[in-house]
């Protein structure tokens, strides 16, 4: 619980005048449209202004030149959502952090070397070789494959898989029930059979990196799959055999992206993407959902369609075709005018056969 005098001391915000305002007591956050006395809220976006007209929350964050008029009790900060989340996370009782050390249950192989102060919880499996870094916490009934090498401060929660080989720099979250590390999916037809390819890579993932629930990232064919710094991927999401993905990236819920296939910095690709293998995506390109990259990509792109052209070119041509019914009436009604006029020519002109009218 705070004061909304400690919340406005806390986000440099100027406190609304009053004893009574200034001992109002927050306890916690909502949405705008959830949110009961004793809640804060935020507003960074005018589609939900009607919403905040109508909470019930104590005080609303909102921008410093918001100049609309509520009912609620108003903090004015530069950035309404971050402040938000700052305030959140000192509001929150703290998360139960593991205990360093190894859980009874937990399966140790050979030569493994664990830092005292990393936590392996119940029944996790680290086979032979691994090394794992200070802070880290292997949840319950992980696997941790051999000769795997784990950083510091990082965060494997339950049920997660990483197969043999598998690199992890420092401060990587991975979300349970994702697979880092399976076989790639490669075969050949031999004798009119698909016979499995070998994968002897390995995936690494860089500082930094977050990985949603379910997710799964194949080893390479050879070399490395690579997830660079910083980038953030969403749950259910599939990364093939051999994927560059460069620093920063965000990798929406239930995209696909194909062996081979590189991503430049900052790309952000949204949810239920598809890029084929082998092409290259430039630095910052967006490519908007549902859409496909079947082609190298410049950078500073926005993508938009089933074929990834340039998103100002896809919205004309979804506007093209939701006027086609009125431009087909169109062309029907020239079609019969021109009939008409052919009909007048050939009748002054008293010939069988009409000149060609353009």
């Not at 664990?114 to 916490?137: L, M, N, R, W």
């Not at 859409?291 to 500073?300: F, I, L, N």
Request: glycine residues 10%.
């Amino acid at each position: 619980m705070m004061t909304l005098s400690e919340i406005a001391a806390f986000v440099g915000a100027e406190l609304p005048s009053g004893e009574a305002v200034a001992n109002t007591r927050i306890l916690g956050g909502a949405s705008l449209s959830d949110a009961q006395a004793g809640d804060i809220v935020f507003y960074d976006n005018p589609r939900y202004l009607r919403s905040l007209r109508e909470t019930k929350a104590s005080v609303a964050l909102v921008p410093l030149d918001f100049a609309e008029t509520v009912s609620t009790t108003l903090l004015r900060v530069e950035s309404p959502s971050r402040a938000f989340t700052a305030i959140i996370l000192k509001l929150r009782p703290p998360v139960p952090v593991s205990p360093p050390g190894i859980h009874p249950t937990a399966v140790i192989g050979n030569d493994v070397e664990i830092h005292p102060t990393a936590s392996i919880q119940a029944q996790a499996v680290i086979e032979d070789g691994v090394k794992i870094g200070a802070g880290t916490i292997i949840g319950a009934l992980s696997f941790v494959g051999r000769n795997s090498r784990i950083g510091d401060d990082c965060r494997i929660y339950p049920n997660v898989v990483l197969r043999e080989d598998t690199l992890l720099g420092a401060r990587v979250i991975i979300h349970s029930g994702t697979v880092i590390g399976a076989d790639g999916f490669g075969f050949t037809l031999v004798n009119g059979q698909h016979t499995k390819i070998p994968q002897l890579g390995n995936v690494q993932i860089d500082d930094d990196v977050e990985v949603g629930a379910c997710t799964t990232i194949d080893r390479a064919r050879f070399g490395r799959t690579w997830i660079q710094t910083g980038a953030k991927i969403d749950n259910l999401v599939q990364i093939a055999h051999n994927v560059v993905v460069g620093p920063h990236c965000l990798i929406v819920a239930q995209t696909g992206i194909s062996g081979s296939a590189r991503l430049g910095r900052y790309v952000t690709l949204a949810g239920q993407v598809g890029v084929v293998g082998h092409v290259e995506i430039g630095d910052e390109v967006v490519v908007a959902a549902k859409s496909g990259v079947s082609k190298d990509t410049a950078p500073r792109q926005q993508l938009m369609g089933m074929f990834g052209v340039p998103m100002k070119e896809a919205r004309e041509l979804v506007a093209h075709y939701h006027r086609l019914p009125k431009t087909v009436a169109k062309i029907k009604a020239m079609e019969a005018e021109l009939a008409e006029l052919r009909k007048m020519v050939e009748g002054q002109n008293g010939h069988d056969r009409a000149p060609e009218v353009s």
